[in-house]
Each structure stands twice: as structure tokens, then as C-alpha cells.
């Protein structure tokens, strides 16, 4: 079956622009991760999500950093007024929602903001 | 504290050599889940394995092979007769019950050489 897909893959903001960065999990994935991998590090969790409910949001920078997932299926990552240091790669991983289950990846959202 | 540690930023290897990517963690948890990443160039995280704190058996996939070893939180991943596809960077992940995320390690890059 299809795996987690993102868009866009690449994204070049201003400074100040706010942006937004889809995922599609993979079907019948309940949990759904949004994390963070600046150049030359391993990723970094940001937020979680179970169906629709953001139980964990634990990571996520500042207030400028907003996740969203309506429907329990596709979620979006917000970010406003962009700013220098947001630029890395934003990774996307389901699972199907038991602690400790394995997460597979999407092929994450490059972002430069520049 | 939950943490990873992989003390190999780069490691480069011949065709045909073998080699194993070191991985150490910390965690006050008595269960957690263990897993190994490959990233390639392209950027998606790929899985190849997931143990649980029970289970220290080794295990053998075809080249791969990993070693779990409880009594010095170690988890190594080695690969037999490397070969150029091998090369990415690998990274190796930590999650526990009591939290949905992954902890990272910053990710061994392995390059081998015709």
C-alpha cells in the first residue's frame, strides 16, 4: 500500500511569510508524528497526534509552530512568520497507535527560509 | 532521561568490508522499543528493525544483523560485506511506554567505497 506521502517536498520562504506543510499518513494509521531534522542532526519530535486529538505538543518551538488533524487523517503543520532558524527538514511518521509500535516516515518537507 | 548515542559521525569502508554502527542509550524505563533508520541521499527515513527490552535476541537479516546487548544499553547494527548501496546515514531510535516519541540518536554516516 501507498506510505506516507508530504508536500510540498521543498518550500523557500521569506522571513516572515507563514507556511504550511501537509501529511498523509498512512491509511488506517491512528497516530500521526510531526518532527523536526536541522542539518546534520536526527530528527527531533515536535507533536502527536491520535485520530483528531493533539495529545502531545510537547516540541514544538514557540507558539509560532501550529499543527492541526480535523479529520483524524491528513494533518497540517503551520508555521507563522517564518524566521531563519525554522529552516530544516519537517518529517511526518504514523503508526498504527500502540505505544511502541513502529512509525514509518514520509519523505519529509525541505524548508529554507531565507 | 531518555537519550541516544551514537559516538561514530562517519565511517568509511571498502566494498566487500564489514562494519557496525554503535549504538548506546539511557532510559530509567524497564519497557522500551529500540530501532535502527537508514536515511539515504533521497531523505526519507527507511525502518529495518524494531526490538523490544524483552526480547535481547540477536537478529540476522540477510547482511544485517543486530546485536542487543541489556547489560551495557547497547544496540549495534552491523552489516556484512558492505556493499555501495549501503551508503546513508543511520540512526538509531529509542521509545517507551510511558511516551509516544522517538528519541534519535544524531545518526552514524556510513560511506562505502567501490
Redesign the interface.
Known amino acids: 500500500g501507498a506510505g506516507v506521502s508530504q508536500s510540498p517536498r521543498y518550500k523557500v520562504a521569506k522571513r516572515g511569510q507563514d507556511v504550511a506543510l501537509r501529511c498523509d499518513p498512512i491509511s488506517g494509521h491512528v497516530s500521526l508524528f510531526w518532527y523536526q531534522q536541522a542539518l546534520g542532526q536526527g530528527p527531533e519530535f515536535l507533536t502527536y497526534f491520535q485520530n483528531e486529538a493533539q495529545l502531545d505538543k510537547s516540541g514544538l518551538p514557540s507558539d509560532r509552530f501550529f499543527a492541526e488533524r480535523p479529520e483524524g487523517s491528513v494533518s497540517t503543520l503551520k508555521i507563522q512568520r517564518t524566521q531563519q532558524e525554522d529552516s530544516a527538514v519537517y518529517l511526518c511518521a504514523s503508526s498504527l497507535g500502540l505505544r511502541g509500535e513502529t512509525q514509518y516516515f514520509g519523505p519529509g518537507t525541505r524548508l529554507l527560509v531565507l | 532521561a531518555q537519550k ?1 548515542t551514537q559516538a561514530q559521525t562517519e565511517i568509511s569502508v571498502v566494498e566487500k568490508e564489514d562494519v557496525t554502527l554503535d549504538c548506546v542509550y539511557e532510559t530509567r524505563d524497564t ?3 529500540l ?1 535502527w ?1 537508514k536515511q539515504p541521499p ?6 529495518l528493525i ?1 526490538r ?1 527490552s524483552f526480547d535481547e535476541q540477536n537478529e540476522i537479516s540477510g547482511r544485517y544483523s543486530w546485536n542487543f546487548q541489556k547489560s551495557t544499553s547497547s544496540f549495534n547494527f552491523t552489516i556484512t560485506a558492505s556493499q555501495v548501496v549501503d551508503s546513508a546515514v543511520y ?1 538509531c ?1 529509542l ?13 552514524t554516516r556510513l560511506q562505502v567505497f567501490p
Do not use: C, H, Q
Not at chain 2, 533521497?42 to 525502518?47: A, C, P
Not at chain 2, 521509545?95 to 545518526?107: M, Q, R, S, V
Open positions: 541516544v519497557t522500551y522499543y530501532f533508520y533521497s531523505g526519507e527515513l527507511v525502518f524494531r523490544n540512526f531510535a521509545g517507551a511506554l510511558n511516551t509516544d516519541k522517538l528519541i534519535f540518536g544524531t545518526g
